[in-house]
């Protein structure tokens, strides 16, 4: 009697063979998209587990918070400038206060410039032959780091909205796995018809599904 | 009369620097506060993430704490100075 269905395969004995080219290529500080990058390495990451990919959002994705920065910067010269120009002045402030309070002023400047670059460097998705990492950092306060193995992944697709993704070709990546564990989202990342391809060309050959580009 | 209004004056305005320097300070401690946070939030996703390139993630860490000391030294100013 042939045999349709058999639950015991041991879904590790099936090899692995990533489709990537192995070359590998150094990270830069601000890089939003690497295949085989060196340079990286993650919690419990195996001695002989290598990185696919590794993922960011786009860096355009930063040009709102890194355009505040500068209008914040710029206003207190144009305040102080305005001031002078219609010779207002409302109450006598010491330069020693003065000093301070634009020290501070520009030292929260500076921080919020550093917060939003932290959730922008953190925030990261890294694949492997063996699993998927999905290290979401909302705010400083807030962070999710999601694992998944490769052989869970059930179905990658891709999508692409708006002017500005199509323009700097980045998009969303959502990864659909096994029922009960939460779904993986590679958001805003550079590339995203590519990086659906090699999560795809990743899984083991008896997974269910296929990737969908939409 | 000209006297009783410039120590008016004087009143009024050292009370609003006072005033200020409460504020500040009150807002300086908070953000210790929050440069603390950072620093710790900074070692743990480097505990996760470490990328070595340009020595980004120990860069980050140096400057979450050099933002921890300009805090302090301005709430040590602020107390002295002003």
Known sequence: ?214 | MPDALSIFNFIQDRGIILLIKFLLLLLLFVYVIFTFIVISRVRTLNRTLSLSAAHASSLIEIIAFIFLILSVFLFILILVIV
Do not use: C
């Not at chain 1, 295949?35 to 355009?60: C, K, M, S, Y």
């Not at chain 1, 002045?89 to 929260?108: D, E, N």
């Open chain 1, 1 to 214: 009697m042939p045999e349709i269905f058999n639950s015991k395969i041991n879904k590790e004995s099936i090899p692995v063979t990533p489709t990537v080219a192995k070359q590998s290529n150094p990270i830069g500080l601000f890089s939003a998209y690497s295949d085989n990058p060196t340079g990286i390495n993650f919690a419990n990451q195996e001695p002989n587990e290598n990185i696919v990919l590794f993922l960011r959002r786009h860096f355009i994705t930063n040009v709102g918070w890194i355009f505040f920065t500068v209008i914040f910067l710029l206003l207190p010269p144009i305040l102080t400038a305005l001031v002078s120009f219609s010779g207002a002045s409302f109450f006598t402030i010491t330069p020693q206060l003065m000093l301070v309070l634009t020290i501070f002023y520009y030292l929260l400047v500076f921080n919020y410039a550093f917060v939003k670059f932290i959730t922008w460097f953190y925030h990261v998705g890294i694949v492997t032959p063996k699993r998927l990492l999905d290290l979401d950092v909302d705010n400083i306060l807030h962070y999710h780091l999601a694992e998944t193995g490769i052989e869970d992944v059930v179905d990658v697709s891709y999508s692409q909205k708006g002017f500005f993704q199509s323009f700097f070709n980045y998009g969303d990546v959502p990864i659909q796995t096994e029922a009960i564990k939460a779904n993986f989202e590679f958001e805003k990342t550079p590339h995203p018809s590519e990086v659906a391809d090699i999560t795809t060309d990743l899984r083991p050959k008896q997974s269910k599904g296929g990737a969908t580009h939409a």
